[in-house]
């Protein structure tokens, strides 16, 4: 018979407590379900919004090159995928904290995610399940990175807006370049006749002004020296089928100068046909996407 120590600690788990990993919940990010805690939470929140942002970043790179609106969506999908990962984190941060998961509603209040990053959660377990377990170095660097993520959504809320407009301003001035050739057939023109071209046949160009496109640009018209143009369905929504209209105007004898959109009517001139369609009435794009030199 084996002798046993009377005073030796018991051998069985007499406190009736789980040991080992059974003493810690699992982690899952996508899910309304189960505990996290607050490094985890912070870091989490990081790093899927770096992630997001990544792919949405390169889709709406990708879709900038066959459609602006593309890039759009793909923007608009990735701030839809943040907000959706960013309330699962938020119910399971409200789990630790042994309440409702209706409390991450409290995030769409301003500052209201201090509280989900201030408040401890239950040590043990709760109604909501067992703790998360200890927090790995991972987690502690993700929690690091949401300086950087809140730099980067400040930038990209500057930067998309920013370079949509570029991209409209870019579209613009191709419809200015196609129209350099139907400019100079009409000062031609009135030199010749000292009046202003009905229309692209008078003054010396093909009757179709869909002769005159572009990628954006749809068509170049006359109508009595003024210069119509047209832009398709393949430029940014915002522009197409607007028109941008250069009118002609005459200074002494010889000098045929130009008046874009709304800009100043230029000094000392006056317009080639008074009866021709005024540029600043023609034209119906959004002085912000025009070059300096259209602007009123």
């Not at 407590?17 to 985890?40: H, I, M, Q, W």
């Not at 800009?263 to 002085?287: F, H, K, L």
């Amino acid at each position: 018979m084996q002798n046993r120590n009377p005073y030796a600690a018991p051998r069985a788990n007499v406190a009736g407590v789980d040991v080992g990993p059974e003493e810690y919940g699992e982690v899952k990010v996508f899910s309304a379900s189960g505990r996290l805690g607050r490094v985890r939470y912070i870091g989490y929140s990081a790093g899927m919004s770096v992630l997001i942002m990544i792919v949405a970043g390169i889709l709406a790179g990708a879709g900038a090159l066959i459609d602006p609106s593309v890039m759009l969506v793909a923007v608009g999908l990735g701030y839809v995928a943040m907000l959706v990962v960013q309330f699962l984190l938020t119910i399971q941060r409200s789990h630790d904290m042994n309440v409702t998961g209706w409390l991450s509603l409290v995030s769409l209040i301003p500052l209201g995610v201090f509280v989900f990053w201030l408040v401890p959660g239950t040590p043990s377990e709760n109604d909501y399940g067992k703790p998360p377990p200890p927090n790995t170095t991972g987690a502690i660097v993700l929690a690091c990175l949401l300086p950087l993520v809140a730099i980067a959504g400040i930038l990209a809320a500057i930067a998309i807006p920013a370079y949509q407009d570029y991209v409209i301003r870019a579209q613009v001035s191709e419809g200015l370049n196609l129209a350099a050739a139907p400019r100079a057939a009409v000062a031609d023109a009135y030199l010749r006749a000292r009046a202003a071209p009905g229309d692209r046949v008078a003054a010396g160009r093909s009757e179709a002004g869909t002769d005159s496109a572009g990628q954006y640009v749809a068509g170049v018209y006359i109508e009595r020296g003024t210069v119509l143009i047209v832009y398709g369905s393949n430029a940014n929504s915002t522009i197409a089928g607007s028109v941008l209209a250069l009118q002609p105007y005459v200074r002494g004898d010889n000098d045929v100068v130009w008046r874009c959109a709304a800009s100043p009517e230029p000094d000392g001139a006056v317009p080639m046909d008074p009866g021709a369609p005024a540029s600043s009435v023609e034209t119906d794009i959004a002085s912000q996407f025009l070059p300096s030199a259209c602007r009123p």
